[in-house]
Nanobody, 125 residues
Framework: QGQLTESGGGSVQAGGSLKLSCTGD????????AAWYRQGSGKERELVSRITLDGTTTYIDSVKGRFTISLDDFKNTLYLQMNSLKTEDTAVYYCAAECKEYASKPQYDRTLKYWGQGTQVTVSS
């Protein structure tokens, strides 16, 4: 579907803010939903936040009220504004395009994920 390129990671003290960006080519975010995942050291990758094609946003409980997912007006760039960062937010963050593939029968529909390369976020106390 296209290439995803992330930027904006870095190191910050607890309580600080970072804004991650993810640029998708081939208008991928106009035809697919978008999401941010993260993977801490020794942990499984987890969904952080998702924005669907109709603009519905969801967040995991641990980031609600602190993180905001958004797309620019042309849906070329996905953002994750992260405020009040905590040490437990330290992880590699990945953007993803989540593209629904419809089959002839609904039970065979599936979602394909396309990933960015990841960007490190380190929060120190």
């Amino acid at each position: 579907q296209g290439q995803l390129t992330e930027s904006g990671g870095g190191s910050v003290q607890a309580g600080g803010s970072l804004k991650l960006s993810c640029t998708g080519d081939r208008n991928v975010f106009n035809i697919c939903g978008a999401a941010w995942y993260r993977q801490g050291s020794g942990k499984e990758r987890e969904l952080v936040s998702r924005i669907t094609l109709d603009g519905t946003t969801t967040y995991i409980d641990s980031v609600k009220g602190r993180f905001t997912i958004s797309l620019d007006d042309f849906k070329n760039t996905l953002y994750l504004q992260m405020n009040s960062l905590k040490t437990e937010d330290t992880a590699v963050y990945y953007c993803a395009a989540e593209c629904k593939e419809y089959a002839s029968k609904p039970q065979y529909d599936r979602t394909l994920k396309y990933w960015g390369q990841g960007t490190q976020v380190t929060v120190s106390s």
